[in-house]
């Protein structure tokens, strides 16, 4: 089913999951197998957000008034003016709530799964691996 999410809940998905997926390395079960198909689509996802910041930051940053080439630190990093890093930061936090749609895959036959996870896996995973669960 197709669903949206924005790219933070999906990097906290994607930190939950790894987390999940190492505690029950020894027991392979639905929910890992879930975890995994719902995270391929994870790779793609994150190239587009990670595109986008860059873009973003490339946008806001100093360049060099004659040569037009990115200024940068000693240590290679890129500079910002203090108004081309507060633009940057607003454009940051609405890049990381932005909506971009993706496919759940919440298995069948799962609920003695549910009820082992924690609070925060739970919310993390609702909608998306497991069923959408209430808000408390």
Same mark, same amino acid.
Do not use: W
């Given at each position: 089913?197709?669903?949206?999410?924005?790219? @933070?809940?999906?990097?906290?998905? +994607?930190?939950?999951?790894?987390?999940?997926?190492?505690? +029950?390395? #020894?027991? #392979? *079960?639905? /929910? &890992?197998?879930?975890?995994?198909?719902?995270?391929?689509? /994870?790779?793609?996802?994150?190239?587009?957000? *990670?595109? #986008?910041? !860059?873009?973003?930051? /490339? *946008?806001? &940053?100093?360049? !060099? $008034?004659?040569?037009?080439?990115?200024?940068? !630190?000693?240590? %290679? +990093?890129?500079?910002?003016?203090? $108004?081309?890093?507060?633009?940057?930061? %607003?454009?940051?936090?609405? /890049?990381? +709530?932005?909506?971009? #749609? &993706?496919?759940?895959?919440?298995?069948?036959?799962? !609920? $003695?799964?549910?009820?082992? @996870?924690?609070?925060?896996?739970? $919310?993390?995973?609702? %909608?998306?691996?497991?069923?959408?669960?209430?808000?408390?």
């Amino acid at each position: 089913m197709k669903i949206s999410k924005t790219y @933070l809940q999906l990097i906290i998905f +994607n930190q939950v999951s790894a987390a999940y997926l190492e505690k +029950n390395k #020894e027991t #392979e *079960n639905k /929910l &890992c197998s879930a975890i995994k198909q719902f995270s391929k689509q /994870l790779t793609k996802i994150f190239e587009e957000y *990670n595109d #986008e910041r !860059d873009t973003r930051q /490339l *946008n806001n &940053c100093s360049v !060099d $008034e004659k040569t037009k080439v990115i200024l940068k !630190d000693d240590k %290679g +990093n890129r500079q910002f003016t203090v $108004e081309g890093e507060k633009k940057l930061k %607003g454009e940051l936090r609405e /890049l990381i +709530n932005k909506q971009v #749609e &993706c496919h759940s895959r919440i298995p069948e036959g799962i !609920d $003695e799964l549910i009820v082992t @996870l924690t609070d925060i896996e739970k $919310e993390t995973f609702s %909608g998306i691996v497991i069923p959408e669960q209430p808000s408390e």
